[in-house]
């Protein structure tokens, strides 16, 4: 049975992610402060896929939004999204005249499927890419950037 989830926190062209909390809400350490439960959805042209579980850290988040900053001022070069864990990896690559390519990798079992996505968008989808990042990130902001402290 599929949640009822309603709005995304974050929309990234066709891949939608919902953020649910943090894995451990009483930690506030590097390590394991940063994950965040998370359901993560592509619905593509003709097929669907949704992976849940926590497979997204804030500081993953952090470094993408960066990023996504870059790219949207200077409209060349890329932005990933690099999970550790490999349910979700995200690319988006600045093309000629403000359009974007985006390449997604999202499976809910690394083991036993996988499944790739790429679409084409433009700059107009970057401002909400950025705006759903920085809210997610002022409610979750990255914990512990020290990763010595424990």
């Not at 060349?76 to 999204?81: C, S």
């Not at 690394?110 to 890419?129: A, G, R, V, W, Y």
Request: proline share 4%.
């Amino acid at each position: 049975m599929i949640p009822k989830l309603g709005e995304p926190d974050i929309r990234i062209g066709r891949l939608h992610i919902w953020v649910h909390g943090r894995q451990y809400p009483a930690s506030q350490d590097y390590y394991d402060g940063n994950w965040l439960n998370v359901t993560a959805e592509y619905t593509g042209r003709d097929s669907r896929v949704m992976a849940h579980g926590a497979f997204i850290r804030t500081d993953e988040l952090d470094g993408f939004l960066d990023s996504l900053v870059i790219l949207d001022k200077d409209l060349k070069g890329d932005a990933k999204l690099k999970c550790v864990d490999p349910n979700l990896h995200v690319e988006i690559y600045a093309k000629s005249l403000g359009h974007l390519e985006m390449k997604t990798k999202l499976t809910a079992d690394q083991l036993t499927e996988s499944h790739e996505f790429k679409e084409q968008l433009d700059q107009t989808f970057l401002h909400p890419m950025i705006a759903g990042l920085r809210d997610v990130l002022t409610r979750y902001p990255v914990c512990n950037t020290d990763k010595t402290a424990h």
